[in-house]
């Protein structure tokens, strides 16, 4: 079972819920830093890790959490080692979910959250994957900052209409899903607007091209930085240069990253010159032989890019807007 599978039957649950869903005033600071301009939406400020990761504020059966929104999920996680800590329910042989799925060649258990909250959305028995985030937890520890409690993946996001601020920092959110239009809050001016292809997956991609080869990128907020696939630089001549640091993924190791220089980085309509970009082995975290389409799915549009360019994802319309 993939986690496509999931995320199918995560969709027919948000249906049957949405009467489930409540819209309630939080107390606190990081809760009350923004008022709500619409009580059927919510905007919620987001924190920047040293990592490049954006984290919400969440409450998971009542305990607080810290999540990373992450584009490039198609589900949402909890840490394997946080499981007993949030007091997660497993999946029963009544039930319709299944009770593990396969992510990057792996797999990983299903588990039951009786109530995630996030801001004033509350969802009931929420399916979520226990993962092993080792990796960002090492990373973490290094960067001396607390460790994150799981991901917000397309799950969560498509349902909710989701606009993700990658510059300002803000995460909003539709409360009812049989809300028609968007959030009214914000402006595009000066922006431009690149079609996001959403494959079977539910992953997010983008046309562009790299020194004028045509080329797909995955919009990856999960991602610190962009990042390509070692073999298309290496196809392309392209000359990198070692660093000292490395990246990982979920059920993936540990993998050195290079930098090359990008002489044009084209997303959509925007031309990027110049551009410094990881460059990474990465096979087994894009699937399907994207790696060799026409055109190929060239690498990672990452946090870095989108944060420089005022990137806009907006989950509902299927755009991504950049300056």
């Not at 607080?64 to 198609?74: C, E, F, K, Y």
């Not at 803000?170 to 959030?183: E, H, Q, R, T």
């Not at 962009?226 to 993936?252: D, Q």
Request: with cysteine; glycine share 10%.
């Amino acid at each position: 079972m993939t986690a496509n599978h999931l995320l199918r039957a995560r969709r027919f649950l948000w249906g049957s819920c949405a009467a489930l869903v409540l819209v309630i005033q939080l107390g606190g600071a990081s809760q009350a830093a923004l008022t709500r301009a619409n009580t059927q939406f919510e905007a919620l400020p987001l924190v920047r890790s040293r990592q490049n990761h954006l984290l919400v504020h969440a409450f998971i059966n009542g305990r607080p959490a810290w999540l990373t929104v992450d584009s490039g999920a198609p589900v949402s996680a909890i840490a394997l080692n946080r499981r007993e800590y949030f007091r997660l329910k497993p999946i029963t042989a009544k039930s319709s979910l299944p009770a593990r799925v396969q992510i990057n060649g792996a797999f990983n258990n299903v588990a039951i959250a009786r109530e995630l909250r996030i801001g004033g959305l509350i969802l009931a028995d929420e399916p979520v994957v226990t993962v092993d985030l080792g990796g960002s937890a090492r990373a973490a520890r290094m960067a001396h900052e607390p460790q994150i409690d799981g991901i917000i993946g397309a799950d969560i996001l498509f349902p909710t209409q989701a606009v993700l601020d990658c510059e300002r920092q803000l995460l909003v959110l539709k409360i009812d899903p049989n809300v028609v239009g968007s959030f009214p809050g914000f402006s595009r001016r000066g922006l431009r607007a690149v079609p996001i292809q959403v494959s079977d997956g539910y992953n997010l991609y983008v046309n562009g091209s790299v020194n004028g080869r045509a080329a797909k990128l995955m919009v990856d907020t999960g991602s610190f930085t962009t990042l390509l696939h070692r073999s298309f630089v290496r196809s392309m001549r392209i000359a990198t240069r070692e660093t000292p640091y490395s990246s990982s993924a979920v059920n993936l190791k540990e993998r050195g990253v290079r930098v090359a220089h990008i002489r044009k980085l084209s997303v959509g309509s925007v031309d990027i010159v110049g551009k410094e970009v990881g460059v990474i082995d990465l096979e087994g975290l894009i699937h399907d032989g994207l790696l060799e389409g026409s055109p190929p799915v060239a690498g990672l549009l990452g946090a870095e890019t989108l944060r420089r360019h005022h990137g806009i994802i907006d989950f509902g319309t299927r755009t991504l807007y950049l300056r």
